[in-house]
């Protein structure tokens, strides 16, 4: 069975950093791309960014691009994102979630419980 | 950035109900169309992808239509564990963009 376990999240200043994490099992974590999804309190969905299956290309939405950085480590089955330059409007639950398509165009088919991020001073 | 808008953002039905949701793209996305339903405090769940393939698992109550800019999801007739925030989400340019959620409540 396929499981996503998001943690690192808590409270944070602004301007501060913090790196999530995302622990995964039950499927081969090194041939899916990846994905950061987040949604602020009472708020929709926004795609954060993407991670192929080597590492080798990113992408992100523009309000993270420079402050936000993804990646992996496929032999420890875990994918990662670390968020400087921390601002209130970061503040979300922050979900990792696993492409279902082999491509950086697809939909999430299996996603973690998420992790709380809360900057405020 | 391809703007996906939802209607209605607030849907009031009851069981055994025909309902559907509608997404409009600001551009045309072919096909690269998903559904999610999600519940409170629980993560998203696919129900459809490639706008009209119902995913594993997922009630044949579901079915998604469109491509291009206009897309629906269909509830067939609601049960009771359906009640729960409905979101589109475009996969086919950068950045992927979701709706912003449709609420179905009793």
């Known amino acids: 069975e396929v499981h996503l376990v998001e943690s690192g999240g808590g409270l944070v200043q602004p301007g501060g950093s913090l790196r999530l994490s995302c622990a995964t099992s039950?499927?081969?974590?090194?041939?899916?791309?990846m994905t950061w999804v987040r949604q602020a309190p009472g708020q929709g969905l926004e795609w954060v960014a993407n991670?192929?299956?080597?590492?080798?290309?990113?992408y992100y939405v523009d309000s993270v691009k420079g402050r936000f950085t993804i990646s992996r480590d496929n032999a420890k089955n875990s994918l990662y994102l670390q968020l400087n330059s921390l601002r209130v409007d970061d503040t979300a639950v922050y979900y990792c979630a696993r492409d279902r398509g082999g491509s950086g165009w697809s939909d999430h088919d299996h996603w973690g419980q998420g992790t709380l991020l809360t900057v405020s001073s | 950035d391809t703007q996906l808008t939802q209607s209605p953002s607030f849907l009031s039905a009851s069981v055994g109900d025909r309902v559907t949701i509608t997404c409009r793209a600001s551009?045309?996305?072919?096909?690269?169309l998903a559904w999610y339903q999600q519940k409170p405090g629980k993560a998203p769940n696919l129900l459809i992808y490639g706008a009209s393939t119902l995913q594993s698992g997922v009630p044949s109550r579901f079915s998604g239509s469109g491509s291009g800019t206009e897309f629906s999801l269909t509830i067939s007739s609601l049960q009771p564990e359906d009640f729960a925030t409905y979101f589109c989400?475009?996969?086919?340019?950068?950045?992927?963009?979701f709706g912003g959620g449709t609420k179905v409540e009793i």
């Open positions: 551009q045309d996305i072919r096909t690269y």
């Open positions: 991670i192929n299956q080597d590492g080798s290309d990113t």
């Open positions: 039950g499927f081969t974590f090194s041939d899916f791309w």
């Open positions: 989400q475009q996969f086919g340019s950068y950045p992927l963009t």
